[in-house]
């Protein structure tokens, strides 16, 4: 069901057209060991931040003793000029408030942040785009399912590093730009409250207080061996399933005197960690600039990440790949927004079908038709002629046969589309996608799944943890050997977040359907049991 979640998770907005500008900007690419930095910005802008962004990572692998090997999935990075421009990239319109923002994807993960310098006391791009990686290098490096105010405090603790010129760095400031939030407001959350409670009951207020406390809680935890060996065991422990409540008494004793020692720790005015010596890259470094349709293209690939306006988005493509036909990559981008829009359509005819019949029809009780490929299979076809062996092309082809085959019960297709994973794996072995997409070729077709597919889709979650629909595949897997523990074990990442625990739920009474007979198909089609619903 890897397209199928893709897809429609993200078909939520109506599609009012608006206009994007006529001319593009000019962008300029940077390629280093573990990043691939796009920026609207001029080429000494994206020098400075590409160095900044591999001195945080080296910083971060120093801190945590991750080895320092290049990423074979490297993040990408969206770089663009101011807030209005980032919001634009996520909801099609300028107006908010959103200064950046990650998203975990299983056919590449991707940040998008401001160039904007921020006045003191606001948050910066540097800020926002260092707590989203913060982020990221938690869910592809750590092992446990940590609670959310460990994870938002762990991204601000980072997120104010700072590196002068020559590597210099320091770690661990107050997140000013919190405002009041930090230490001016007298109704504060409790830290007994956030660690014993999960983030999705608590209220707005307290949510946003989860950022400055989390800060608070990780900086004094941090700056303290004791604590700091108690926090290790308080992660510990809640990381192999105890009682958050049971976990937080055991490792930290009397909650509400860690709450006194804050307020103490507060009035003392936190220190931060300086770095003794400075950290240098030397490691892969090349920057292109982009000509006047590639830049375009940049734009335009950046827009069909987004739900909204995808139609038009499509249109252009349309229109950039007639206009430069022997660009492999813009065809490859136009198919995957047919692929995209197709979907779209074929659930909106079907939603008004269902709700001519019931006015109160549930989505998830809508029945979807087959979705017509026809436009999405072009276009990639005109990518394979170009290139046979070019592995987004042959990717993309793999995933929309599986398409057909699964809409229209056309078998032979499944074996068709795996051929095509087996090849876009072999030019990029170290890929997350074509794996995943090889291993559904057994499981979404019904058919034995052979130990190398379950040791494809291993290496993928290995390659891309942070991908959720990945996450739950390698659970259902496990759950199919008869790891049931383990299968629990993977998706316990998913409850300790507010934004995944109902599929984090639904993923848990998937494995306990297998455990009972359930085959990966019976466990992929369910749905949430409304009690479930209610509780969430």
């Known amino acids: ?271 931060y960690i ?5 950290i240098e890259y030397t490691g892969r470094f090349d920057v292109v600039k982009l000509d006047s349709i590639d830049s375009r293209f940049e734009e335009l690939r950046l827009a069909n990440r987004r739900t909204r306006f995808r139609e038009e988005t499509r249109d252009k493509l349309r229109a950039l790949a007639e206009e430069a036909p022997g660009r492999i990559h813009i065809w490859n981008e136009l198919a995957d927004a047919e692929h995209m829009v197709a979907h779209s359509e074929q659930w909106k005819e079907s939603r008004r079908a269902a709700r001519a019949v019931d006015r109160n029809v549930k989505n998830e009780d809508i029945e979807r038709g087959p979705v ?21 092309a042959n990717a993309l082809k793999a995933e929309f046969l599986m398409d057909v085959a699964r809409d229209n019960d056309q078998p032979s297709l499944w074996a068709e589309g795996r051929a095509h994973a087996i090849t876009a794996n072999r030019v990029r072995p170290d890929d997350p996608f074509p794996l995943s997409l090889f291993y559904d070729s057994y499981a979404e077709a019904g058919e034995e799944i052979p130990d190398m597919a379950r040791s494809a889709l291993a290496r993928a979650f290995e390659l891309a943890p942070e991908s959720e629909e990945l996450r739950v595949d390698y659970a259902l897997d496990l759950a199919l050997q008869g790891r049931t523990d383990t299968a629990v074990d993977v998706v316990e990442f998913l409850l300790a977040s507010p934004h995944s625990e109902d599929r984090g739920k639904l993923a848990l009474q998937q494995i306990e359907a297998i455990k009972n007979g359930a085959t990966f198909l019976e466990a992929s089609e369910m749905k949430l049991d409304d009690e479930e619903e209610e509780d969430a």
């Not at 608006?18 to 000494?44: C, H, K």
């Open 1 to 271: 069901m890897n397209s199928i979640r893709r897809l429609f998770s993200a078909l939520a907005a109506a599609l009012t057209l608006v206009a994007m500008p006529a001319s593009a900007q000019e962008w300029y690419r940077a390629d280093t060991d573990n990043f691939i930095i796009l920026s609207s910005g001029s080429e000494e802008n994206i020098r400075e931040w590409a160095l900044k962004l591999e001195r945080f990572d080296a910083l971060m692998r120093l801190r945590y003793r991750i080895p320092s090997d290049p990423s074979p999935n490297r993040l990408t990075v969206y770089v663009l000029g101011d807030s209005r421009d980032v919001m634009e990239s996520l909801t099609g319109g300028k107006q908010g408030s959103v200064a950046g923002y990650y998203s975990s994807q299983l056919d590449g993960s991707y940040a998008v942040t401001q160039r904007t310098i921020a006045r003191r006391g606001e948050l910066s791009g540097q800020e926002v785009l260092f707590h989203e990686y913060g982020h990221h290098f938690m869910y592809r490096y750590f092992p446990f399912a940590y609670p959310g105010w460990y994870r938002e405090g762990f991204a601000e603790y980072y997120a104010t590093t700072e590196f002068d010129e020559d590597g210099n760095w320091n770690y661990g400031k107050p997140p000013i730009y919190r405002g009041s939030t930090l230490t001016g407001i007298d109704r504060q959350i409790s830290f007994k409250k956030m660690l014993t409670t999960p983030q999705a009951e608590l209220d707005d207020f307290e949510s946003y207080q989860v950022y400055t406390r989390g800060w608070l809680l990780v900086h004094m935890l941090h700056s303290d061996p004791e604590r700091g060996r108690q926090l290790n065991d308080f992660l510990i422990r809640v990381g192999n399933g105890e009682d958050r409540k049971a976990a937080a008494e055991a490792a930290f004793g009397d909650l509400d005197e860690l709450d006194r020692e804050a307020r103490r720790y507060m009035g003392k005015s936190p220190t």
């Open 274 to 278: 300086r770095g003794r010596e400075p």
């Open 372 to 392: 017509n490929l026809n436009a999405a299979i072009a276009a990639v076809d005109r990518a394979l002629e170009i290139d046979p062996e070019n592995y987004r």
